[in-house]
């Protein structure tokens, strides 16, 4: 674990890029028909988008997803040249951004789709566009309950302009909960895809499985899925770990019954204990929900949080490890000498969902790259 890019670091976050292409490859083996389109908004959740694009060059993917066009403009200056799409863009400020950096922008609505046309005409290009379809998600996209009535305006309009249709998609709301609801999102997008082909219109390749979709319902797959949280070690019967936090211990320190612990006084000793500060709190993404019922690794045995986490240090207890002294390093998150805790752990802990715990984790942790098996 000991790199000398950490040697002096107070806390960290170690970043499994061999993992990650570990377990694209594992999704693409479970969907033979279907491209990869990893989803690497959110700077890769936390992981560093452009360290995750050249993760995967070495993988077969169709493309990368982003949210922002500066997400995508991020990706393009660090020379990453494959296809990169924005999914949540803003029409009236990115259009031109967007195409000058060789982006491909999501459609949400026929006023989106006008602009981009008018944009990509004004700069003499054939700008691809992916096609958001709402069959219940509820934030973007044209619904597809209404697709026979503006199938035809989107076919006059996508003849008007130089764009071409390169994907229709859409996006489950439940499909990690709710198959039936999951079902009947597939056959309305199913029907939409119907009404556009009646007015002649192609609608490329056509995708709706995210990574809970992908997992469980194969047939949904179509031509192109959106893994996201399960290439980076979220979903818990998929794939393998690939996020470690760790921290250096700065302080060891025995004491008596009744010592009251961090802010709030919500913890005190019961008899004698001996007491590890370590580097790192909330304002490095240590969520304050852990306080008193979380736990870290020294030492490969677990020592739990005694009181509140504090904006840069929590304290844990360490009377069961013995000869914990400063300077050593504590996992917070992933193995340590045989034992672990895990994303789905503190999840649990948290009451909140993987995504929030990986993109929590703060600019102020470095992010260090590693390659395990």
């Not at 999914?87 to 259009?95: G, I, K, N, T, V």
């Not at 130089?162 to 999102?185: G, I, M």
Request: charged residues 20%.
């Amino acid at each position: 674990m000991k790199t000398e890019s950490n040697v002096r670091r107070r806390a960290w976050v170690e970043v499994d890029l061999s993992a990650i292409r570990r377990n694209a490859e594992r999704l693409a083996a479970l969907l033979p028909g279907s491209r990869l389109l990893p989803m690497i908004k959110a700077d890769g959740y936390g992981l560093g988008a452009v360290r995750v694009a050249k993760a995967l060059e070495s993988t077969e993917i169709w493309g990368l997803g982003v949210a922002t066009a500066e997400e995508g403009a991020a990706l393009r200056a660090a020379h990453y040249p494959g296809r990169i799409i924005v999914f949540s863009p803003l029409p009236s400020r990115d259009a031109a951004d967007i195409a000058h950096d060789g982006l491909e922008p999501a459609i949400t609505s026929m006023a989106a789709l006008e602009i981009f046309g008018r944009r990509a005409a004004s700069l003499d290009v054939r700008l691809p566009v992916h096609l958001e379809v709402d069959t219940g998600m509820g934030r973007l996209g044209l619904p597809a309950r209404s697709s026979r009535t503006w199938a035809g305006a989107l076919a006059g309009t996508l003849a008007r302009y130089p764009l071409r249709l390169a994907s229709t998609f859409t996006h489950f709301h439940s499909a990690d909960s709710d198959e039936a609801a999951t079902r009947a999102q597939w056959s309305e997008f199913l029907e939409a895809l119907d009404g556009m082909r009646g007015q002649g219109i192609d609608p490329g390749l056509v995708h709706a499985a995210n990574s809970a979709a992908a997992m469980r319902y194969k047939e949904f797959a179509a031509d192109v899925v959106r893994p996201g949280i399960s290439l980076f070690g979220g979903v818990a019967a998929f794939g393998e770990p690939v996020v470690s936090v760790f921290a250096r211990v700065l302080d060891v320190r025995e004491v008596g019954a009744g010592q009251t612990v961090s802010y709030g006084a919500t913890y005190r000793t019961s008899g004698s204990a001996r007491l590890a500060t370590l580097a790192i709190g909330y304002a490095d993404g240590v969520r304050m929900e852990l306080s008193n019922r979380g736990a870290v690794l020294l030492r490969g045995r677990r020592a739990p949080i005694r009181g509140a986490v504090c904006m840069d240090v929590l304290v844990v207890d360490v009377s069961a490890v013995p000869g914990v002294r400063p300077g050593d390093v504590a996992a917070v998150l992933g193995s340590q000498d045989g034992e672990e805790i895990t994303l789905q752990e503190l999840t649990e802990l948290c009451g909140t969902i993987p995504y929030e715990i990986l993109t929590g984790l703060s600019p102020r942790l470095p992010r260090i790259a590693v390659e395990r098996g």
